[in-house]
């Protein structure tokens, strides 16, 4: 087998809230591959421009951040507590939806596939299908809107935010409107996917399911 068939990248998309993202970082740490939060690059483009006073919904203004973003790209950058706020997810969702914004951040994700050691988890939208669509393994992670409502609603109550669950729940069909284009599964031909609907699952019972078929795979 070559050095490069024994590296295994594991992809996993699926909608905001779904809970894609901590079944993707315990993965990497139980395995010992490398992790991306891909949505990470595309909130720090956005906190960038919101930081400078810029207009997220200008296509030029978002691209030129992307560029410059990319150029002095450091891990570091992504680790800003601000990331996570629900603005600034909003907010990102606007800049992803700009073709130059894309561009610029795809060199930069599937060379940190290629370079890892052993593995790589990278979470996101479009890893599968567009980022790394050679993946062995492809896990589409959802849950119904009104369940990843209520579990975005209950995370931002433990954090003292006040947020009323219609506004979560609205913020969230508009974000799921805007990401549905780069959630096809038909943006890569022969695209298979192994779904998990974590509506009813805690988390625990997510990274089992998951474990099982990352075993069943590789
Ligand atoms: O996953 P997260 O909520 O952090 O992503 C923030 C936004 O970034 C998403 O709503 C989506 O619009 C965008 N994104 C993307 N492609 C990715 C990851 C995130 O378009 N691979």
């Known amino acids: 087998m070559s050095e490069e068939q024994t590296k295994i990248v594991i992809a996993i998309d699926g909608p905001a809230a779904s809970g894609k993202g901590s079944l993707a970082k315990k993965l990497a740490t139980k395995l010992g591959y490398d992790f991306l939060d891909t949505g990470a690059l595309y909130r720090r483009v956005a906190l960038n421009i919101l930081d400078a006073g810029g207009n997220v919904e200008n296509q030029e203004t978002s691209t030129k951040a992307a560029l410059d973003f990319n150029e002095n790209l450091d891990v570091k950058d992504l680790e800003d507590v601000r990331l996570r706020n629900d603005e600034v997810g909003s907010a990102a969702s606007k800049v992803a939806q700009v073709p130059g914004v894309r561009q610029a951040l795809i060199d930069f994700q599937r060379s940190f596939a290629q370079k890892c050691e052993t593995g790589a988890v990278l979470d996101g939208r479009d ?92």
Do not use: W
């Not at 393994?137 to 119904?144: E, N, P, W």
């Not at 284009?181 to 019972?205: F, G, Q, Y």
């Open 127 to 218: 890893i599968g299908t567009v980022i790394c669509p050679n993946a062995q393994i492809k896990l589409f992670v959802t849950a119904s809107v009104e369940k990843r409502a209520e579990r975005r609603h209950k995370e931002l109550q433990s954090r003292g935010i006040n947020a009323t669950y219609g506004n979560v729940l609205a913020e969230m069909q508009e974000r799921d409107e805007r990401d549905a284009v780069r959630l096809d599964p038909h943006l890569a031909p022969d695209h298979k996917v192994d779904v998990i609907d974590t509506s009813d699952m805690t988390p625990n019972e997510v990274m089992d399911e998951a474990l099982k078929i990352i075993h069943s795979r590789i």
